[in-house]
Every structure is written in C-alpha cells, then in structure tokens.
C-alpha cells in the first residue's frame, strides 16, 4: 500500500527521447470531451495537459482527475470530465518514456464539453456474435491482495466478528467465485510469525506460524505470491525504523549472510512441506515499495545489494524457483532494476510494482529497451492509494476496477486489486462498517460493488468479440467488453466511466442511454440484464436507507446481506433485420451486464 509520497529519486540512465503524439483530436459531448491520439512507440504512457484557451503554452498543466498517484495513461485516449461545461480549454499530450520522465506537450487542440440540453444521449454499441475473436485475457484471475496472512490467525473481533475467520473466507470467496489463483500480502518474515531470532549470538529459524498460514492459503484453493519482507527485529540494523500499526521494520539486515541463510532455509523449508513442484508454482517477491522512504530505511543501492542477495538466495534453495520485484509505489525503480541487474548478473524473473487511481502504464517498451523478457506482475493496484478514504466505499470504484482491468487486458501477466477484505489494520482496524476501507468484502462478509464488478467480469465467455460504438461518449465514457461462451452464449459487460473522482458520487450530466445490436441473434434467443450501480448491489446506499450506525444491528446485518449477490431480471429483446436489439439506462457511475441464450 502506498502511504507516503517520500520518493528516492535517484534515477537510471535516461531514455531514450520520445515525440509527443501525432493526431491528436478532440470530440466534445456532453459533460465530457474526448481526446485521441497516434501511439508513440517506446511509450509506456501518455500526459495530458490542460490550460485556457488561447493562453501561454506555459500555461499547460497535467489534467489531474484525483487518483492521488501516477497520472500518466497508458490508453491512446482519455476522457475529461474536469472541465466545465460551455468552457473552452487548450489540451496537449506529451509522450512517457518512464514513470518520472516524460517529453513535452505536442500540437495544440481546442474545445470543451457541451452543456446538457436536458435529454440523455444516446449510445449504439454493435456486436458481431459470429464473428472470431482472440481468447479473452483475464488479468484479475492471477492474483488478489490480502492484509498479511498472520491476520488468518486472529481471533480478535473486528465489529464484532472474528478477525482471522472472516479474512479466511474472504480470500476463500475470491477463489471460488472469481477463480483467482493466488494471494500476496506483506510481513511474512515479520516477528509475529516468530521466524528468526538469536540465542547466545546464533540464529535460530522457526517457521512453525508461517506453515499455519499457509496451511489456511492452500486450504483455500489459493497459492501464496511470497513477499520477502520485512526486517526480523534480531536482524535489523535499525529495529527501531517501523511502518504500520503493527510495527514492521524496515531497515536493511544488519548481517548480510544471515539475511541469506534465513531466505533460503525459509524457502527449503516450504519445498520440504508443500512439494517442489507445488513450490515451483510460487513467485518470490523481493520486499515492498522501498522507493519510499516509509518502507525503506537505507538507500536506493542499498536495497539493490539487498534485491541482488535475496535473489540468489532464492535461487540457491531451486534455480527453478521465480524471483522478482522491484514492487515499488507509483511505477517506480523498473529502469533502475533492470540496469543495475544487466550489471550484477541477479535474475529478474517477473518485475512487480504498484499504481493506484489509474490504469497501469504500459511496461513493455520498458522490459523491450533493457532486452528483459520478465513477467509484468502489478502486485498492487487500486481506486486510491489512501486507506479510510470514501471512494473505496463508491459503484464509481467498481467501474475503475472494470476500466482498469479492460485497459490492462492482453499487456500484464496480473493485475492484483488491493485487497480482499476490510479486515485490514496497517494504519489500525476498521472504526465502522463503511470507512472507506480497501477491502472488496466487508466486515461482516458483504460484497462492496468493486467486489461485483469482479464477478460480472468472471462471468465474460472465453473468446472475445469486437464492438463498434457510436454517438456521445461511445468508446470513451461508455466502454463495453463482449464475449462469447463455447456452448455459443453471449455476455456483453458495459459501463459508464470517468476517471475524475470529483465525480465520484456520479453527474446527471454523464449519463447514457445504451443501445446495445446484436448481429446474428436470432428470434429465439432469450437475455437477462444485470445491474451494478447505486440501486443495485451498493451496500453504502443501503446502509444509508437503513440508517446504520457505525456498525449495523443484527437485523441491519439481514437487511444488508440484501446487497451481496446481483439479481439478474429477464430483458425482452427486440427483433428486426437479423439482429437483437436491447435498449437500458447507463447512469454515471454503473454498469450493466447482458447475458443472452442462443
């Protein structure tokens, strides 16, 4: 999790130069406009940058939509909502060779959102149901985010109910309703898991708690992704350095053999218990974000020795054995990974790092210019990177799950939401039962609509379909995904989307009405349509018509449950001209999920 903005900054060699965008234009609608553009090869993003009309090129400022994290964009368009309505703006767009580097603003384009007229746009969206189409990539099925698992032990209540219990059948749900395949979570080397310490000056190993978590993870159907951190307190060089309310430590090992001896008697240790081919199976991440100082007491170099150590101790319990990072904040340290690790020999066998309120950049041309064919694993991902912030709670967050993950689709290895469950306690435990948490899952055990808006994509059919849109806000604002199952059924997930959290409570402005043609449908088939938005599957709108307090009463906990599952309601679909059509609302924020039997 990303809790401070306190970047080590020293860099890489510097990239190669980049142009800005060739082609940019603009499309005004209502609310909105959408902007487009060429694609720059070597990107891994692009900047868009905002002033008035007419004013100084000095004037252009990145659009800031409120993510509190990366801005640039890895997508050739960007919708802006920030601007108000009738009001004209002079946009730009500048080329991202790295997360900290990028080229200056290209050619000028001018205009602004159109001032609603009091009717709701309308929006056609074509599918060819026929027609072939690429595997579906499903970048959520890899991995999910957890508090640390230690928490699997807990038999303190959270709101009343048991700790370790329910982040146990949190994670359980993710793998059997959403078919995720594994877990990663901090501080498994951490001392409440007991698993170093000296005695007369000699280190002693005990993974006896680390066994018991694990043990609860498999039971689960899940993998762990182990993440090698943080500091044993009889290791550190500065015990005193710690982040979070439980007190991790963060500093370099004062001995770096023991360090060694301890990651590779711990990762033996787990080929003896779980098998080497299920072990196999595993990545070994290499700590958590210590291009921030809160999470890093030493240096940049410093933590490379410490990447370089790890690595080969890794590798000397099974050179098999996966082994990556840097899992650093904000897209940062892959360049400097990569360079340092084409010098010093370590392997790089997945490179993991984190981004929140935005989709993640695009690392290929990044792993393509360092000669790396290393997995790309973003090992946290999320709506924002503040706990307790109201966002978490919003059906807008599910939609930036939806968009994230459609952006992200075909070009990551995994993109890992952070996380599972509310019981979560790194800046202390959950005050309410709606506090902005990060969890996908309540206390209590209730879906949030981010929780939804995994299930309507794990209901998408393997083979995936082109979909051609048109009118105000097609392709931009309202995106769709279409597939197909094997046994010829048809799922269509649509949504309506903005980045801009200023908009998180929705706009009357943005909303759509959705015209959705079916090419190739035939006059039998039959279709449901699924709803995810502030009357459907929002636990926060219905605990605020239930009036709950800061935890519900057992009745409220009845009526809540109302908002765990999504209904399905038959839709009549329309015949004409070989095709089915079917017409809905598209609020902002919410999305709709179409299921038709041929």
């Given at each position: ?6 970047h080590?900054?020293?860099r890489?060699?510097a990239?190669p130069?980049l ?5 940019l234009?603009?499309?005004p ?5 959408l902007?487009?553009w060429?694609?720059?090869d070597?990107?891994v ?6 002033a008035p009309?007419?004013a ?10 409120l993510?509190?994290?990366?801005l640039?964009i890895p ?8 601007g108000?309505?009738?009001v004209?703006?002079d946009?730009?767009v ?6 900290t ?7 000028l384009?001018?205009?602004?959102p ?10 056609e969206?074509?599918?060819?149901t026929t027609?072939?189409g ?6 959520w099925?890899p991995?999910?985010?957890s ?6 032990l807990?038999?303190?209540?959270s ?8 982040l146990e ?8 309703e959403?078919g995720?395949r ?14 170093y ?22 039971a ?8 090698l951190?943080?500091m ?5 060089s ?6 979070f309310e ?5 500093s370099?090992?004062?001995d770096?053999g023991?360090?060694?001896d ?9 080929m ?10 595993w990545d070994?991440e ?13 240096t ?11 690595a ?11 082994v990556g990072?840097?899992?650093s ?8 990974l ?10 790089v ?5 984190h981004?929140y309120?935005?989709?993640?950049v695009?690392l ?9 064919s ?6 946290e991902?999320?709506v924002?990177?503040s ?18 993950m459609?952006?992200?689709a075909g ?9 599972a ?8 435990r ?16 209730i ?11 794990s209901r998408?059919?393997g083979?995936?379909l082109?979909v ?7 392709d931009g604002l309202?995106q ?5 199952h094997d046994?010829g059924?048809?799922v ?5 989307h903005?980045?801009d959290q200023?908009?998180?409570e ?11 043609r079916?090419?190739?449908v ?9 709803r ?14 239930l009036?709950?307090?800061?935890w519900?009463?057992?009745?409220q906990?009845?009526?809540l ?9 038959p ?11 079917l ?14 039997s041929p």
């Amino acid at each position: 999790m990303t809790i401070g903005i306190e970047h080590l900054t020293s860099r890489a060699a510097a990239a190669p130069h980049l142009p800005p965008p060739a082609g940019l234009t603009l499309t005004p609608g209502a609310g909105h406009v959408l902007l487009r553009w060429q694609p720059v090869d070597g990107a891994v993003g692009y900047l868009v940058h905002r002033a008035p009309a007419g004013a100084a090129r000095e004037a252009l400022r990145p659009v800031d939509h409120l993510g509190g994290d990366v801005l640039a964009i890895p997508d050739t368009w960007y919708v802006d909502t920030t601007g108000e309505p009738g009001v004209r703006y002079d946009y730009a767009v500048a080329s991202v060779r790295s997360v900290t580097d990028h080229g200056e603003p290209g050619v000028l384009v001018t205009g602004g959102p159109a001032e609603p007229d009091g009717a709701v746009p309308r929006v056609e969206l074509i599918v060819d149901t026929t027609a072939d189409g690429p595997p579906l990539p499903r970048p959520w099925e890899p991995m999910i985010g957890s508090e640390r698992l230690s928490q699997l032990l807990c038999t303190d209540t959270s709101g009343g109910r048991v700790i370790g219990t329910e982040l146990e059948a949190a994670l359980r749900r993710m793998h059997d309703e959403i078919g995720v395949r594994t877990v990663r979570a901090h501080a498994i080397l951490h001392d409440d898991l007991g698993v170093y310490r000296e005695i007369d000056g000699e280190p002693v190993h005990d993974f006896t708690r680390v066994d018991e978590v694990y043990d609860r993870i498999l039971a689960t159907g899940l993998r762990p992704c182990v993440e090698l951190g943080f500091m044993p307190r009889d290791l550190a060089s500065d015990p005193d350095r710690t982040v979070f309310e439980y007190g991790a430590i963060v500093s370099p090992p004062r001995d770096w053999g023991r360090w060694s001896d301890l990651i590779t008697a711990l990762v033996r240790h787990l080929m003896d218990r779980y098998g080497k081919q299920e072990v196999l199976g595993w990545d070994f991440e290499v700590w958590n974000e210590a291009n921030l100082g809160v999470f890093w007491s030493g240096t940049r170099e410093t933590w490379m020795r410490l990447y370089d150590v790890t690595a080969a101790a890794v590798k000397a319990a099974d050179p098999r054995l996966a082994v990556g990072g840097p899992s650093s904040a904000a897209a940062g340290w892959v360049d400097e990974l990569l360079e340092h690790t084409a010098r010093s020999g370590a392997p790089v066998d997945f490179v993991t790092t984190h981004t929140y309120g935005n989709a993640p950049v695009d690392l290929r041309p990044t792993l393509r210019r360092h000669g790396s064919s290393a997995r790309v694993l973003w090992t946290e991902w999320g709506v924002t990177p503040s706990h307790f912030h109201p966002v978490n709670d919003t059906v807008s967050s599910a939609t930036f799950l939806l968009h994230g993950m459609r952006s992200a689709a075909g070009r990551v290895d995994a993109l890992s939401y952070w996380v599972a469950s509310d019981h979560f306690e790194e800046l202390g435990r959950p005050p309410r039962l709606l506090h902005g948490g990060f969890g996908l899952i309540t206390v209590g055990g209730i879906a949030k609509a981010r929780y939804h808006a995994l299930s309507l994509l794990s209901r998408l059919g393997g083979t995936q379909l082109s979909v051609t849109a048109r009118g105000d806000g097609a392709d931009g604002l309202v995106q769709a995904w279409a597939s197909r199952h094997d046994d010829g059924s048809l799922v269509v997930l649509l949504w309506n989307h903005t980045l801009d959290q200023g908009k998180a409570e929705g706009d009357a402005a943005l909303a759509r009405r959705a015209r959705l043609r079916l090419d190739g449908v035939g006059a039998d088939a039959t279709a449901t349509l699924t709803r995810l938005d502030a009357e459907h599957g929002d636990v926060t709108t219905l605990a605020r018509h239930l009036g709950v307090g800061n935890w519900p009463t057992e009745e409220q906990w009845e009526r809540l449950r109302a908002a765990d599952r999504l209904t399905a309601e038959p839709a009549a679909l329309e015949h004409a001209g070989g095709a089915a059509h079917l017409t809905f609302e598209l609020p902002q924020p919410s999305a709709v999920l179409v299921e038709v039997s041929p």
